[in-house]
């Protein structure tokens, strides 16, 4: 099996790690804007040799793990390039406006537009993990509009990986992303900004700092170069849900201020809940 | 050496198995509000007897381990209870209104305002971990109020158990933790709050949730016993925090709204500092 990756950082790295695994004599071939990123993922051997996107059309499968708003304009691209038996996926983290920006063109049949839910907060070739995709959720977006024969490429894939297959309508997957992955990055994201310009003496932030402090500002250490496009393109559903976070923490604000004791601990109670349904729900999965 | 443990806890009971690793030869007496949570501590072996308030004279140290506003009511009761000779310190996460209360209390020099920044999401004897206090970064507020033999007594715990210390004035000490301790948990319940409120079908939510947000979530599991009495009584300084979260969230709502890519870019990147910050000061307090 040969395998291209575009984009050689934490995800396109993790998936030659992994792909390796379940294909060991597969050969890896990638491309990366940054001259930099390919002389590490050559180093480390996670590519076999680089490739020019001309010659793409060697590989059975191609892995496009670029930002989101490159995804746009170098996909279509790749997809002009490949023969017809080709199985070409992203792994962005929207899929509205990439199934859009698709939908006429005349190898749309090669594509499937996939969102594993795996990452970390460290990004680059050296951030490459083993097992990054390993019995993970993997969102499959529209497949009807993938070949039968490209897409049963794509699941086998998946099903070596363990991964637990969702299937989704594009819209869909990015209202429910903007809740459970991209607020909880705005959100890290303003905790750490509202702390760092609390505290003009950086020391003081370690210091004082307990781990759950760090696991809760964790996914302010994501790279921005990912997260910028990923929230301006879910502009619209996010925009809601952080005016939805805004509306609760200006509540819970009131409540603190009125110093409304049983309205507090009812609120904190009832969302204690996360952990029923989180452990329930792994345990089910993992069935 | 004789310790009395009133709340039996996560922060008690882990105080009792980190006390007993420094001290193995100690007896460990303990009392709960809660029967259950008596029996527990006996059962796991955190405590060797229970033991009545008005019987605290007999120890050398009192831990006192209970929710913050149940503190102001119970450790003057301890303290006119102990004799000269005995060390009595709190790890409550608020500190200004304690030290308040006790100021003009006979025996405040047997006290000693203490808040280790350590802890779990979980509650109760049965979360009990070895280890939870050991190398952890450890504020002492005032602690000229403490007699000096006393308060020796107490550093020397602390330094068998590796803690960093830090000293602060009680006010101050409320301020921090406000931004580093309490708005993290406001921030992950609230995205608790949020994230459930949408997610009508529960299932989804864990589904679609990679290890980012349980990692943000995290906090929204701790207990309502604990973290109502700490919001409340840290009101004057944790409103500003909110306040101040709140605006750098709608800003960059705005700016997510506005498409404008370089300011949100830029804030991101700025946000990213908190990686080195807290890896920088963990080398140095690694030394």
Redesign the interface.
């Known amino acids: 099996m040969k395998l291209a990756i575009v984009g050689l950082g934490l995800m396109g790295g993790s998936f030659a790690l992994d792909f390796r695994c379940i294909y060991p004599k597969s050969k890896i071939y990638g491309l990366d804007i940054s001259k930099k990123n390919e002389k590490h993922a050559l180093e480390l051997e996670l590519i076999d040799e680089l490739i020019e996107l001309e010659d793409i059309s060697i590989a059975d499968v191609v892995l496009v793990s670029v930002p989101v708003d490159i995804s746009l304009i170098i996909i279509p691209k790749i997809l002009n390039f490949v023969n017809k038996e080709t199985l070409v996926f992203d792994v962005g983290s929207t899929k509205e406006l990439i199934c859009k920006e698709l939908l006429d063109h005349p190898k749309r049949k090669n594509f499937l537009a996939v969102h594993p839910?795996?990452?970390?907060?460290f990004s680059g070739p050296n951030a490459a993990v083993k097992g990054l995709y390993f019995n993970?959720?993997n969102?499959i977006c529209e497949i009807d509009k993938t070949s039968k024969k490209i897409s049963r490429k794509a699941l086998k894939i998946f099903q070596l990986l363990n991964m637990?297959i969702?299937y989704m309508d594009s819209k869909s997957h990015d209202i429910?992303?903007a809740?459970?992955?991209h607020?909880?990055?705005?959100?890290?994201?303003?905790?750490?900004?509202?702390?760092?310009?609390?505290?003009k003496n950086?020391?003081?932030?370690?210091?004082?700092?307990?781990?759950?402090?760090?696991?809760?500002?964790?996914?302010?250490?994501?790279s921005?170069?990912t997260?910028?496009?990923i929230?301006?393109q879910n502009?619209k559903n996010?925009?809601l849900?952080?005016?939805?976070?805004?509306l609760?923490?200006?509540n819970?604000?009131q409540i603190?201020?009125d110093?409304n004791?049983s309205s507090?601990?009812s609120?904190?109670?009832?969302?204690?809940?996360?952990?029923e349904?989180?452990t329930?729900?792994?345990v089910?999965?993992e069935k």
Not at 267 to 275: F, P, S, V
């Open positions: 839910m795996a990452g970390t907060e993970k959720t969102i637990d969702l429910h992303v809740y459970v992955s607020l909880s990055h705005i959100s890290s994201f303003m905790l750490g900004k509202t702390v760092i310009e609390k505290e950086e020391k003081n932030i370690f210091n004082l700092a307990g781990s759950g402090f760090e696991s809760t500002v964790r996914l302010a250490k994501s921005p170069e997260w910028t496009p929230f301006l502009k996010l925009v849900a952080i005016e939805e976070y805004i609760n923490l200006n819970l604000k603190i201020e110093n004791r507090l601990h609120i904190l109670n009832n969302t204690n809940r996360i952990k349904i989180l329930n729900t792994k089910e999965n």
